[in-house]
């Protein structure tokens, strides 16, 4: 059996990769930080190697004529190279004005190697200006090469010539397409990679308002629900303490029950906002959601604060937890709304119908009053319910009983669950 090579990802990089890597990055950034200190150095260089080429008389190796005036060749020598300062910044004008100084120079043959940092201006302008400029500037760039070929060249040699000088432009031209290719796929890089940092933080943020909703839509429940039950025990109470002591407490201890009932379930549902490595005492232990199976205990209590509640239930419940909350809360809602609005002497009954598929309707219906009171502005009880119904895809709808009958009517369905 073969070795098993090692996955790319995991490949360290050469020491020599990587610390040319580090330099260039390095490099590029002191250049981002300070731009005239690279140019000028690099203008200077230039400037340096072309009067070093007139001074040590190096220009006349190459010449057509030794006739053409010192100042003239000084003068050129400068025009070729100090505009490089603004190479960058002005590529296309640089270039235009070298064009006739390098005219003059094929004309007069002085052939100054200088003449080819025109070369840097075709870099630059392939770098940062449309491709279809290339056309224009070969032309620039190559038009000096014909007149010298014309007024010096013989028959053979003139096809080198142009050749070497088309050959120089479509090197430099391709080196300066890989540099700005490179340079387009790393500002797509860094655009996708902010891009998605951007989503990833909306994500959290969405997360965590969703988690702000469901935990003001259980603390809602918890606390508007016991709160309802204290309520009308403590009414209870109070008419039965003249009469039957008993009874009055009877009802004081249904009070302490639910009541701890309440914090408990607050307690649960306060520590997953706990940080778990914050110094101090451990979070409580956790508990699970309520479910239908502990729809018994909300009825007992409901009926221990006073409203007889009468129960029908068809089918067998084979839910999931979470479709198995949605019904639990709502059915624990509507009593709440029950307790608080449908006035003495009312009653509640809850039709429960299991269906296949995960399907389920449920009805709760009391004998209250028809009109319910206003709206609290701000209430969480009927938007809660809906929004705990509309995870599921299901409706839910409230409101008086069909004449002449006399209440409240809270109806759910849950549509069939769609396989995964």
């Not at 709304?337 to 009954?349: F, R, V, Y």
């Not at 209430?379 to 409706?395: A, F, N, V, W």
């Amino acid at each position: 059996m073969e070795p098993v090579k090692p996955a790319p990802e995991h490949r360290a990089a050469e020491p020599l990769t990587e610390h040319v890597q580090r330099f260039t990055r390095r490099l590029g950034a002191f250049d981002r930080r300070r731009p005239l200190v690279w140019d000028l150095h690099f203008t200077a260089f230039w400037v340096i190697a072309a009067l070093t080429d007139y001074a040590s008389g190096g220009w006349r190796h190459n010449t057509h004529s030794l006739d053409v005036p010192g100042g003239l060749v000084i003068a050129m020598s400068l025009a070729f190279s100090v505009p490089l300062l603004w190479r960058r910044t002005h590529p296309v004008a640089v270039l235009l004005f070298m064009a006739p100084v390098d005219l003059v120079n094929a004309w007069t043959g002085a052939t100054l190697q200088a003449a080819l940092l025109q070369l840097v201006l075709v870099f630059h302008i392939t770098l940062r200006r449309p491709l279809r400029a290339l056309w224009w500037v070969t032309a620039v760039v190559t038009a000096p090469t014909f007149v010298t070929v014309a007024r010096y060249g013989d028959d053979g040699s003139w096809h080198q010539q142009v050749g070497a000088i088309l050959l120089s432009i479509g090197v430099v031209a391709l080196i300066a397409i890989t540099t700005r290719t490179r340079r387009d796929h790393t500002e797509v890089l860094e655009d996708r990679a902010h891009r998605l940092e951007t989503e990833r933080d909306q994500q959290i943020r969405l997360a965590a308002a969703a988690e702000r909703a469901r935990i003001a839509r259980e603390m809602h429940d918890i606390i508007g629900h016991n709160l309802s039950v204290v309520t009308g025990l403590a009414d209870g109470g109070r008419y039965a303490a003249a009469k039957s002591p008993e009874r009055a407490a009877q009802a004081l201890d249904a009070i302490g029950t639910t009541s701890r009932q309440a914090l408990a379930e607050l307690r649960r549902l306060l520590d997953v906002l706990r940080d778990d490595e914050q110094d101090g005492p451990p979070a409580a232990e956790l508990a699970p959601q309520p479910a239908l199976t502990d729809l018994d205990r909300l009825l007992d209590g409901v009926r221990r604060a006073g409203l007889p509640v009468g129960t029908s239930i068809n089918g067998r419940a084979t839910l999931p937890e979470g479709r198995q909350l949605t019904l639990y809360r709502v059915i624990q809602e509507a009593l709440t709304n029950t307790l608080k609005h449908a006035g003495p002497d009312a009653t509640a009954h809850i039709d429960l119908s299991y269906e296949a598929g995960g399907a389920v309707t449920l009805t709760v219906t009391d004998t209250g009053l028809t009109t319910p009171p206003p709206a609290r502005r701000g209430g969480r009880g009927l938007p809660g319910m809906r929004e705990r119904t509309s995870l599921y895809g299901g409706t839910l709808e409230a409101g008086p009983r069909p004449h002449p009958e006399r209440g409240w009517r809270v109806h759910l369905h849950l549509p069939e669950e769609i396989p995964q």
